[in-house]
């Protein structure tokens, strides 16, 4: 089902309301789960961490700590939503952009605010991703996920801030966002594996025994190739731009980071670009082995025609009812004494001229 | 009828007038409807609408209100445009870009004014497109259209001037501008989701039962999303030419909008670049369909010439005619009192043992 | 002849005398006809027009007039040209590139005067350009074609200055040198044209009776379509090149328009790049109907010896010699009362069963 | 084994610990080899060369020489990577990349220190890269090497720094960090001999006898080159990298080497892409000569059976049972006096003629 | 021979020493020829022309006159080049690219001088280059050739200097080079020829009698359009480089020629890209007239095989051996008066309509 699901989402667009609509006007899909709202706040030596059942309960925390990372699971709840958008300033064609889901991974700066949207791998077979946003601000991370799911990418994350260890803890919200960022690419490199396992497992296929649906089975893998790429390709402007933005909210030492986690973005894309390459030949690979299988079945049908045609042809000659009697010339093989075995010997001959033929021909 | 229309636009390249004529000469198609005229004038608490008899009717409404919209149906008057012309100062080179239908889209400034030439899709299959002109100046926006149509994609900013919700209202002619384009390109998505659902049944299609006319149709489908990218892929660099303007008619936030309005033109690009892939696949995917059928007819009839020609020349052997009176050694086997039933059972054990081949080769 | 001229032109590169010879070498083809001038000299009131039979007549017009516009078609009399290049100061290696045809579109600046080159289409099947060189002054304008024809590309232009109308007759040279080009440019519409109804004609035969000459056809188009490419392609570089010229020959408004000329060249440009993927599909429609053919041929033939084999291996068979008189088991069923219809009856079935086979199978 | 490894890292991509992880972690593969340490420090009177058994033996070199380059060769252990993290002032996130194999090349700068990560080729069919890292400081180079091999790339520029000969012993910590960089990129020219021996065999076998198996030899070869440009493209850009550095490690003279560097990797590049061609080119001949055989096959087909095919109807016709006693009509060639003769002859005739359409249709 | 060591040369990469060796130094082929030099040194009045046999003749020359023009064919003598690069202050690394034949094209600044360089085109069929290197000081020019040939491509700058015609006597070395550098380009067009040559007569092949020999010549022109392409491509750069220069050796009158040489290398490119698009093409109609051709067999074959096939069955039918004394519905044809005419009549009957409907399939 999820699979159904998946495969729908890659030939449908997003329909955002009706055309000409007024713009950040937010439509919420109806099946979309209710949000789910998760906070951490956290200064070096204490760290507060509940689910969030009222937006009440925020404010107080943004006071008391110099970090607080506020997570977002579904929006199926309007209200939520534009108080949020209240709380935290953020611009209505940004939380457009939250809900529509589907866009395009970008990050656009709203004053002091940098707003990001990422996709992150969901399934892989057909691979699809789910759009995550990202909202930095001086004093807060807010991330927006379409559905809540356990074990999602950010756990580690949580798991390091919970432990205090590594320098997450003392550093400001722009190393939460990198550090949130990072969780989101890294988890592609599995899925890059599984891609990994899937071609050698074609490859064998094709090699060995492919038929009509490794054909279907390569398309596939080229088409999920091709949403990853989709996928991960703007990702290296969106972390060019992140670096680039005046007054940065990263300071040197999370630069140096994002610049790091850029440069995984550029080897995801080196193996993307691998394995389509890979897909190109198997396809090749496989128009090959076809043709080869009908090359070898053209020379069977060949050699037998080619073998049994003369030979039915002599015994087509000696099959004829010329008249013996009437005349010496009509047929006198048939009453030599010798005749059968000559006849059969002939033809021997000739199926033995034949094979040598095609033996030199290097066809047996 | 529509469709034959459409489809000689596709090969027709635009005619206009002599090579050599004086530039900004007009010329109009015999056949274009004569103009409608429709002018909406509005500020924050009043908005005055009417279709527009007597060009005359415009200078009030322009000295009166902060924004007036005049939208035209149809080129089929001269005068009518010429005194336009006149009355918004237009460039004659403008001019004649309004009228020279199948322009291609651009963003150019004339002083104050910013004019840019839009495609809007009218027909999906084929995929056409008419041409929309804006001109954009200190008070006023005109736009041409090529004729009128009930229910324009331009109808739901009309909608929302007068229901005097969202900013529409209160904010100056660039953002009415801004709308106007938004809701174009906005109209381009219905018509990519009625792509997916063409190529989802051309996939279908394929893999049940391709014949030559699956072809053409992928075929057609591939011009259309070529004819599709033609006409938004310019749409990128007049939307980046449009925000760049020095003296920009745009202030700061409806400029985030229409950076808004840039990111969905990317998207469609990424769609119709997906479906060209789409459609390369499923060419691909008819090609080896093709072959894998011929490579089945092939098998049947080598394996029916391979068990019946040694069969039938089993038989032509034994309807020889060698006399089995003059030796003994012509064709003795005719005699055998089990002759007959052992000729048969040498045809029967030849045809198990091709069958025994057939099979190890994986034939059958 | 003249397609075998054009041929000939295709695969021929220009030979510029020997290798290593001095720059600004003027070398003239022994066959090119001799230099037809005639010149124009205008101001806003008046206009002078003859052909110029010694060039001692232009420079009393060059004082006379604000602008001169001298025409040179054929370049047969080195003295001429030598002539001109001292009475207007033009480079030898600009002279040079003016008598060397298959030069580059190309526009360079020579101190105050500016020259360009450029393609002028003149066969269109096989499609071969002319060469036009143009150099703009301070008050006069040089073209040169390669030979003297009637009703050239530059006829409107003339008859728009002896008609007097358009701002052409009270513009500086700048004005008339851009609407020479503009002339130029539009010359490709028709020829533009023309491939679209070649096309529409192709795409018709290969629809329905496409041989190898299509082909050959389909590669021709191609093959102009290149030629096509290889002329308009740098005329962009070169519109861009005009326009940004330091100390620019033209006035503002000029520049306005040499913007539309650009427009027009990347316009058919974008028809180029159109039909140069028409003719891509063309080559796989072919292709396809090539295999389908090929497939109903297979089928036939596979049909036939399915059906005809089985049948002739029954009647091969009851034409065996065995010996019905030693033995009681041979061949018993010669003597039966029924025995030859009940034979004729099991090919019936047999021939039956195949063709429900072959229904099965859907080749029927 | 080392190919069946080399084969797994095709299609592997690097794994780097649990996405999420904290940025800068070490992961160490626990069948890593444990750190081999060698050291040459020197000045240009002096040099001295050693195993380095305790890092505490490095500090007073460093202090007594001007250029002390040290070379570790595996990361097995967790403890010296940290103490030689401190003691050169590495940063976590350069030390991460020199454990994390499978690195695109970069050269990053980290204060002072310039980082580099470069592919070294190990092994050829299939191509696979080593990793080398390096880190050029105010008086050291630091070299990282996957594992321990006894005549390294580097090996020659030891012998270099042994005879002091050449300007290596005078010059600084730059020029050593150029040659090792310089002698790692000549390691690719003899991987490019080795290409070019295996295309020219592979192109030789194609031509003569090629079969599937050549296909799959092609893919490979296709595979490698692919996995070569991988590897070789980023160094254009690192070195390019390198020479741009502000506060720039390299004097001027060594940057004039560094660009000699440049152009060897750029060669490298052009050598790779003439490689890629002829592998497509390799599989279109391989192609053609499969198409060539199976044509060849067919016209064996059809002439066997368009010439036996009429034949045997003929004897097939003479061997009707028609009765000759009931008519004069029924096969009176039968008894013809020279029947059988005739009909032997008539056989002869239809075979010469078919045997000249054959020769009118190049087919013999 | 030539060819084959040209041959050799395609798949060789250019071996420079082991890897690692000392940068600069000077590695000589064995088999190199010997220097050999040759000196003109002139003014406007004077031009003294010598074979140097020893160095001490140069410097003499250099103080007497403005422009030396030495060039050096043949690289054999190690003593030679390290005096020369003593004598004119060559940087090492640039007399290792000297002798490194198969260098990539470029220019490249050693303070004062200008080192450039240049591939020659040697052989045409396979292409092979040969190397030129150009060094331009002050008040020289040194040439270096591979290997000494009458009538070299720099034979007509020889033949104009002795003339003293042109303004070649009287410019500086920066013109000389700039003519040498004309004269090497300029020699690419009789290449360019041979290859429209070439190309024309494939294309008659292919179309008339195409085999697989011709699939090989048409690969051999491809790889030969890319060995050209290679060449010249980076010249491009390169001339661009040369203008470019800061203390440009040349005056603005010989950038303007040396613009010119640009443009010719412009050209030269494309119709280098116009003959790879033409032996795509032909590859393309020779792949059609393949399957042109296996259809046309194909046909052959079915409609011999549709003829006969029926016509064999009915008189296999006649010859069986049911016992027309038995029954009455024994084969009672065989017994009518006008059995036989009645069964070749069917036969007959059987023939037209098979032909008719090959006629009507348009088979025929």
Not at 254 to 269: A, F, W
């Amino acid at each position: 089902m999820a699979t159904a699901r998946a495969k729908r989402k890659q030939f449908r667009t997003y329909r955002k309301g009706a055309p000409g609509q007024s713009p950040g006007t937010l439509i919420i899909d109806v099946d979309a789960p209710r949000p789910a709202l998760h906070v951490i706040a956290y200064d070096q030596r204490e760290l507060v961490e509940r689910d969030v059942s009222a937006l009440d309960e925020i404010p107080p925390l943004l006071a008391a700590f110099p970090v607080v990372w506020l997570n977002i699971d579904g929006f199926g709840d309007l209200t939520v939503l534009r108080r949020l958008g209240e709380m935290f300033n953020l611009h209505r064609l940004a939380l457009e952009d939250v809900v529509s889901v589907h866009q395009r991974p970008k990050a656009e700066a709203y004053g002091e605010l940098l707003f990001t949207v990422l996709p992150m791998p969901s399934s892989t077979e057909p691979l699809t991703t789910e759009q995550v946003s990202l909202f930095l601000g001086r004093s807060f991370v807010l991330t927006f996920q379409e559905e809540e799911r356990p074990g999602d990418v950010f756990s580690p994350v949580r798991d390091r801030l919970r432990r205090g260890v590594g320098t997450l803890r003392s550093a400001g919200p722009g190393y939460l966002a990198y550090a949130l960022v990072d969780a989101l690419i890294d988890s592609y490199f599995p899925v890059l594996e599984g891609f990994g396992e899937r071609l050698e497992a074609l490859e064998e296929e094709v090699l060995t025994s492919g038929d009509a649906s490794s054909v279907r089975r390569i398309h596939a893998a080229r088409h999920d190739l091709l949403a990853l790429r989709r996928a991960v390709w703007p990702l290296r402007e969106v972390l060019t731009e992140i670096q680039r933005q005046d007054n940065s909210p990263f300071d040197a030492e999370t630069r140096l980071h994002l610049r790091d986690c850029h440069d995984h973005v550029v080897q995801i894309l080196d193996f993307v670009e691998t394995y389509r390459e890979v897909v190109s030949g198997l396809l090749e690979i496989y128009m090959t082995s076809v043709s080869n299988r009908m090359n070898e079945i053209m020379k069977v049908l060949t050699i037998i025609s080619t073998l049994f045609m003369p030979l039915s042809f002599i015994a087509g000659v000696y099959g004829m009812n010329f008249d013996r009697e009437t005349s010496p010339w009509n047929m006198p093989e048939l009453g030599w004494y010798l005749g059968y075995p000559l006849a059969l010997g002939l033809m021997l001959g000739v199926a033995l001229a034949l094979l040598a033929f095609f033996r030199h021909r290097k066809w047996l």
